[in-house]
T-cell receptor, first 110, second 114 residues
Framework: DQQVKQNSPSLSVQEGRISILNCDYTNSMFDYFLWYKKYPAEGPTFLISISSIKDKNEDGRFTVFLNKSAKHLSLHIVPSQPGDSAVYFCAASAGPLRVFGAGTILRVKS | KAGVTQTPRYLIKTRGQQVTLSCSPISGHRSVSWYQQTPGQGLQFLFEYFSETQRNKGNFPGRFSGRQFSNSRSEMNVSTLELGDSALYLC?????????????FGAGTRLSVL
């Protein structure tokens, strides 16, 4: 039972354009959401998070949107840069439970 | 300050053997979690330790076990290895147990079971 789903295994975007990565969840108890980025041969690194009391959080080029009624969150990267090419994982938390999605490979073409 | 350190980085074992992986968390972090990453499955939660006690456990068979020492370092053991155990094993540390805390990951141990 996948409680957190990233339905797009990969995404290809032109440099300078917007990248939108999506994540859906099923457990309405999740109240905290995170995005991590992973380069090959490295561990995931924290990117941005959002609490369920908010619907948007920004940090520089990265913005996370949360739609609780649709149980959907998305990560927007504007403008996309070649260095953003990596695997992106979304994660959802409820108390001690934290569930990760399967990841989306983002390729930013120059 | 040093990050999360996992050793070894690579391991090759044969079916039926056992293996022990090590994780040293960031200094001051008392919570350590372990994850298994396989293609298409993302990060599957194995267990979380805090103050030498297992707080939470994922849906893995009893062949997967772990422990945490008084200095917060943690080890994970897999006994009677199977081919399907081949994966990247990631360790993550945080100041206190999960909930709304950010985890910091190590680079992982790549285990290949032949």
């Amino acid at each position: 039972d996948q409680q957190v789903k990233q339905n797009s295994p990969s995404l290809s975007v032109q440099e300078g354009r917007i990248s939108i990565l999506n994540c859906d969840y099923t457990n309405s108890m999740f109240d905290y959401f995170l995005w991590y980025k992973k380069y090959p041969a490295e561990g995931p690194t924290f990117l941005i998070s959002i609490s369920s009391i908010k619907d948007k959080n920004e940090d520089g080029r990265f913005t996370v949107f949360l739609n609780k009624s649709a149980k959907h969150l998305s990560l927007h990267i504007v403008p996309s840069q070649p260095g953003d090419s990596a695997v992106y994982f979304c994660a959802a938390s409820a108390g001690p439970l934290r569930v990760f999605g399967a990841g989306t490979i983002l390729r930013v073409k120059s | 300050k040093a990050g999360v350190t996992q050793t070894p980085r690579y391991l090759i074992k044969t079916r039926g053997q056992q293996v022990t992986l090590s994780c040293s968390p960031i200094s001051g972090h008392r919570s350590v979690s372990w994850y298994q990453q396989t293609p298409g499955q993302g990060l599957q939660f194995l267990f979380e330790y805090f103050s030498e006690t297992q707080r939470n456990k994922g849906n893995f068979p009893g062949r997967f076990s772990g422990r945490q020492f008084s200095n917060s370092r943690s080890e994970m053991n897999v006994s009677t290895l199977e081919l399907g155990d081949s994966a990247l094993y990631l360790c993550a540390s945080s100041l206190v147990p999960l909930a709304k805390n950010i985890q910091y990951f190590g680079a992982g141990t790549r285990l290949s079971v032949l």
